[in-house]
């Protein structure tokens, strides 16, 4: 399998062959990141959409030396989910105030007896739950490291802020979640 | 200095990557061991960190890839600059020559219609008067060939139905079989001659009910 680097050089002498292996390649984790960042899945794929946009427009100022592509491509993505963020708060904040007005809602959260055994979807489902209820910084530090498997020095790269701040950001983000999700009554065996 | 529930919880990430050493691990330690809230956060915290990376991706909606490379190389497509390579790559294409093979066929069948012999064309051919007035006389000629297409088809099948009447027609007894009842049948040629005399008269239904009959034949 060629590396990514060498594709995107064929990529810019036009070979479309190698833009479509790249888009292959990293839809998922694209598209993954996405969706446990916003939690919505036509919002997800939008976004995917516009992360290879704009890779597509850009690629030309990627370069190899500056690191993997998968921490450049990362980068994009992280970015515009920000900026995905920061255009759409308004209308969340609406929305909370129109969630907290109805309880029945509240109640409708899976409840769960401790015996039982989360399956590795309910699992995964309640998590996206607990992520959407902490802050961005926490969340896309926890989301980077703990589901996407950057190592620190990816993390601190794509959000360019220090080790220390990463660190810190994906402890905080850790106990905020392992905290929801114990009051959702999902815990350990 | 006191280990207090703030500080595991700074340390915990370091403390369960086994990063923490020395005196501050052996502080956490025994906090832990006392605090059971403390206790019950280690152990779902380590829990989750040992979850999160298994789990199950989120499918990919069907189609995502197909319609990015749509979105993505839909630009590169439009932006392509057009030399002499592409312009003749385009022109020898499979797609090109079916296009340029139809609109061929097109021309001829409207030049048929129209009478034109794109032999000799001229610019009067091509004079809105002169194309009506042949795409008049075409459509006339083609409406009196049909015409006469349907009466000789008439006379065939009509011919053809008599026949068959008089093959199945019960045999009359011998005694009953003389020269002046007029029951007898008629010869196969007088019966011919007397239907291509009679056949342009007949009326529509009879002609309807021949053709019908001989198109079941």
């Known amino acids: ?189 | 200095m006191i280990w207090t529930c703030m500080n595991s919880e700074e340390r915990l990430a370091e403390y369960l990557e086994g990063q923490l050493a020395g005196e501050e691990r052996a502080r956490m330690d025994a906090h832990v061991a006392e605090c059971a809230a403390c206790r019950a956060l280690v152990a779902q915290v380590r829990w989750l960190s040992e979850r999160l990376p298994h789990l199950e991706p989120e499918p990919l909606p069907s189609g995502l890839v197909y319609r990015i490379l749509e979105a993505t190389s839909g630009t590169a497509t439009r932006k392509r600059e057009y030399t002499w390579r592409t312009i003749i790559a385009g022109l020898t294409s499979p797609r090109f020559a079916l296009g340029l093979g139809s609109v061929a066929a097109t021309i001829f069948i409207l030049f048929q219609a129209l009478g034109i012999n794109p032999k000799k064309i001229t610019a009067e051919d091509l004079n809105p008067v002169n194309v009506y007035r042949a795409a008049n006389q075409q459509a006339h000629l083609t409406y009196a060939r049909g015409v006469r297409f349907v009466n000789d088809l008439r006379v065939v099948y009509e011919i053809r139905s008599r026949l068959q009447e008089a093959s199945v027609a019960p045999t009359p007894a011998p005694e009953q079989e003389t020269p002046k009842n007029p029951q007898s049948p008629q010869s196969e040629r007088q019966l011919k001659n007397d239907l291509m005399h009679k056949g342009p008269t007949m009326t529509a239904s009879a002609a309807l009910a021949s053709m019908w009959l001989g198109g079941s034949l």
Not at chain 1, 17 to 26: G, M, N, P, Q, S
Not at chain 1, 118 to 130: C, D, H, I, K, T
């Open chain 1, 1 to 189: 399998m060629e590396p990514d680097s060498q594709l995107v050089v064929q990529c810019l002498r036009g070979e479309a062959t190698a833009w479509e292996e790249l888009v292959r390649r990293h839809t998922r984790r694209v598209y993954n990141l996405a969706y446990r960042f916003t939690s919505n899945r036509q919002e997800a794929e939008d976004l995917s959409q516009e992360v290879f946009l704009r890779l597509y427009k850009t690629l030309a100022s990627y370069r190899a030396v500056h690191g993997e592509f998968t921490t450049w491509l990362t980068s994009v993505t992280r970015n515009l989910l920000i900026d995905h963020y920061r255009r759409t708060r308004r209308d969340r904040l609406t929305d909370s105030i129109d969630e907290e007005g109805s309880p029945a809602e509240h109640k409708a959260a899976p409840g769960r007896r401790p015996d039982e055994t989360a399956s590795a979807n309910e699992l995964s489902a309640q998590v996206q739950q607990a992520l959407g209820k902490i802050s961005p910084e926490l969340r896309e530090a926890v989301i980077l490291r703990d589901l996407q498997g950057l190592d620190y020095r990816e993390i601190q790269q794509v959000l360019s802020v220090p080790e220390g701040t990463v660190k810190s950001r994906i402890n905080r983000g850790r106990i905020e979640l392992a905290r929801l999700l114990t009051q959702m009554g999902v815990q350990a065996e």
